[in-house]
């Protein structure tokens, strides 16, 4: 690894980690650094995992103040997105990434959709009744089998989690952008540490980017959280929906028109 090689980890772990602590899709910047610097594409993708979910750290040291409104909800989603990170990890060991890199930028752009429209698809599923604290019990299943799903797929890959997470969190009720924001950091940084955890255990870690991409993660992810409380709710959001669609464009360009 040259010095410039470095310091592009270094900017891009702090790009990413910003991206993702206010919505999600940071893998996108932090993923490409590491081809850049000549890191083979698994290789590069066991890495990125690793160095953001280290730097997940600063990150929740921010949103810290909205843990406690949010715990009750970690009961439902802790034990599938454990589950949904490891088997994507293993799956990525076995396969290629070529069918799920396809199906990427639809589920961003689906994500982005029902985040920005969640409120009219609760009145029209006739959710809005239950409210976030005692939401329908169909509500909470259909979370709990998607949050396993978007496990799967971030221990796969993980691009714009975030967003996916979001756009969930939004149907079971719950309204406050900063707590939903608190609650998907700690479930993505699980589902990157059991997927990380693998990656370890399988050799695919490489420790030097690794390590730099943390320095920058670590400072990002801890500006970003910090930073997106400071603004209103309705521009964070604004924020995330700006990114999921950018996110989205970018990925179908890259699949589809490049």
């Known amino acids: 690894m040259t010095g410039l090689e470095a310091i592009l980890l270094i900017l891009a772990g702090g790009a990413a980690g910003g991206i993702n602590a206010i919505a999600g899709g940071g893998t996108l910047v932090s993923f490409p650094a590491l081809l850049l610097a000549r890191t083979p594409a698994v290789v590069a ?3 990125n995992t690793l160095a953001l979910v280290l730097g997940t750290g600063g990150s929740l040291a921010a949103y810290r103040r909205q843990l406690a409104a949010v715990r009750p909800w970690l009961a439902r989603f802790v034990p599938v997105s454990l589950v949904g990170g490891l088997l994507g990890a293993i799956l990525l060991t076995v396969t290629g990434e070529a069918i ?4 990427v930028p639809f589920l961003l752009l689906f994500a982005t959709v029902v985040f920005v429209a969640q409120g009219a698809i609760r009145r029209f599923a006739g959710f809005e009744a239950g409210g976030a604290a005692h939401p329908h019990s169909r509500q909470v299943w259909v979370a709990v089998v998607y949050q396993f799903l978007v496990a799967l797929y971030g221990g ?4 714009g989690i975030g967003i996916l997470m979001l756009a969930s969190l939004g149907f079971i ?3 406050d952008i900063h707590e939903m ?3 998907k950091t700690v479930l993505s940084s699980l589902i990157n540490l059991v997927a990380a955890v693998y990656f370890i255990y399988a050799g695919l870690i490489a420790w030097p980017k690794a390590g730099v991409m943390t320095i920058g993660a670590l400072a990002g992810y ?3 959280a910090h930073y997106a409380q400071r603004i209103s709710q309705e521009r964070v959001r604004q924020i995330i929906t700006a990114i999921g669609f950018l996110i989205s464009g970018v990925l179908f360009y890259r699949q589809f028109l490049r």
């Open 45 to 47: 993708n066991a890495t």
């Open 100 to 103: 799920f890199s396809r199906l």
């Open 156 to 159: 796969y890959f993980g691009a």
């Open 173 to 175: 009720g719950l309204t």
């Open 181 to 183: 924001n608190a609650l």
């Open 222 to 224: 801890f500006l970003g």
